[in-house]
């Protein structure tokens, strides 16, 4: 542990959880780009409520770095330690999940304190909750949480964006679906920990439904044409080469929350200090972003393993709403599952040789008037791609990081404080750009008529 007069009175970035499935591969990336000369994270510290388990985690992710990182301890169960560790960054990655269990407390520190926040989250409930309890304070103390900064949801977000601004005027986007599939040359193995949140997820389904109810409703975005309709349960698309199953991700909720927002504030949030060559460059960026209905799929090349998708969904969807039930299926993930998921997580060999590929098919009109003329069939289809390495250990944690660099030397183009999500923080930032430089690629794939 680094001697205490070398600690600093603030420090550039703290990870909290470093030591979890995945804390420990964001800090293998935080290391990569921290103390260069061009980098703004100068100091870093590392915080869990067991050191030794922290220390283990630095170890593996660097041994060089072991003697000069502080190492601090937190517990989401004890306020105060969370209340001390915010005090003492600019901003706070936090990788403690379920999110619904432990990320509250955290969030009401970093408020509290005025410090950024950034987490990993793909909990719609968790991310509303945090809307509702702490946005207005947060605004208060120019504190800005952001959450779903990894594959949960920025590459849906930017994604759909990309898509979105491929569509030149006087053509205009109604639906662009989103076809994830994930793809390895050995077995594709799940984060338990987003296993259990989709299971805690399922068996309070209820709670979300009750929280949205209770809040004010948000703006819908104008979107030309009918909204689409419902199509079969299982899909085959054959433009990309998969079948397709809908998929109960985050990332719907998350866009459609960003769209809300930029109806509500259609040229962006404004920067805290942003100048007025900044302002212009934000506006300008959206006022190309065009609204589109939004859905996520499960896609995979095996119609196999979207019958194992939807076994899974039965399984979690029958049991989850019982202690017991959610007792078997948290004990025995990789039965319940069919082996996507284990409590040890995948092997090294099996994060390496998995990637990710996301499909978004975006369908349209090539001119707006065709609307107004009572053309209700979209007649243009765009299709776009986004592509990277495995989702949870190292897209995420590239995404995080990157997301964090931006918060650090841009943070007068940010909003001042205030809860949000991803898409509208960081849409009109360079974050498509450093995320391309850094192995995760955004193409256009085709553009084309659609039969009458």
């Known amino acids: 542990m680094q001697a205490q007069s070398q600690i600093p009175e603030l420090f550039d970035v703290i990870i909290l959880g470093a030591s979890g499935f995945t804390g420990k591969y964001v800090v293998r990336e935080a290391l990569k780009l921290f103390n260069f000369p061009s980098s ?5 510290a590392l915080a869990g409520r067991n050191p030794t388990k922290v220390k283990q985690a630095l170890q593996w992710a660097s041994p060089s770095h072991s003697l000069s990182i502080p190492i601090l301890t937190a517990d989401t169960t004890d306020p105060p330690s969370l209340h001390r560790l915010c ?13 619904r269990l432990h990320g509250d407390p955290v969030a009401a520190a970093c408020v509290h304190s005025g410090c950024d926040y950034l987490d990993i ?6 991310m509303e ?8 304070k947060a605004v208060e103390t120019g504190s800005l949480l952001v959450s779903a900064c990894g594959f949960d949801s920025i590459p849906a977000e930017l994604g759909v964006m990309f898509n979105s601004r ?3 005027p006087p053509a205009v986007p109604n639906q662009i679906e989103a076809y994830v599939s994930l793809e390895s040359d050995k077995r594709i193995v799940g984060n338990f920990g987003t296993y259990q949140s989709a299971v805690l997820g399922v068996a309070n389904a209820q709670e979300l439904q009750k929280l949205r109810r209770s809040r004010p409703r948000r703006a819908r975005p104008v979107i030309p044409g009918p909204a689409p309709l419902r199509g079969p349960l299982v899909e085959s698309q054959k433009r990309i080469g998969l079948w397709a199953i809908k998929l109960p991700s985050a990332d719907a909720t998350v866009v459609r929350r960003t769209l809300s927002i930029l109806t509500e504030n259609p040229h962006g949030l404004p920067g805290a200090t942003e100048s007025p060559e900044q302002r212009e460059k934000r506006e300008a960026f959206w006022s190309t972003v065009k609204p589109a209905h939004f859905g996520v799929k499960l896609g995979s090349k095996s119609l196999l393993d979207i019958f194992r998708f939807i076994i899974l969904g039965i399984s979690i969807g029958l049991l989850s709403g019982l202690s017991f039930g959610r007792w078997l299926l948290l004990k025995f993930p990789s039965i319940f599952s069919l082996g996507w998921f284990r409590k040890r997580g995948p092997s090294e060999d099996e994060v390496e040789s998995a990637s990710f590929k996301m499909w978004f098919i975006g369908r349209g009109f090539s001119d707006s008037s065709l ?14 791609r986004v592509t990277g390495p495995e989702i949870g250990y190292i897209a995420t944690p590239i995404i995080l990081m990157q997301c964090a660099l931006i918060v650090l030397s841009q943070r007068e183009i940010l909003p ?9 923080v960081f849409g009109a930032t360079d974050l498509q750009q450093r995320l391309q430089e850094n192995g995760i690629s955004f193409d256009v794939i085709s553009k084309s008529s659609l039969p009458a």
């Open 129 to 136: 909750r945090m809307e509702a309890r702490y946005h207005e």
């Open 416 to 424: 001042k404080g205030g809860v949000f999500p991803p898409g509208i």
């Open 40 to 44: 703004p994270i100068k100091s870093l």
């Open 121 to 126: 989250s793909g909990e719609p409930e968790f």
């Open 87 to 99: 005090s003492q960054t600019k901003l706070l990655l936090n990788c403690v999940g379920p999110y």
């Open 371 to 384: 609307v107004s003329q009572g053309n209700a069939k979209p007649d243009m289809e765009i299709i776009t």
């Open 166 to 168: 491929q569509w030149i």
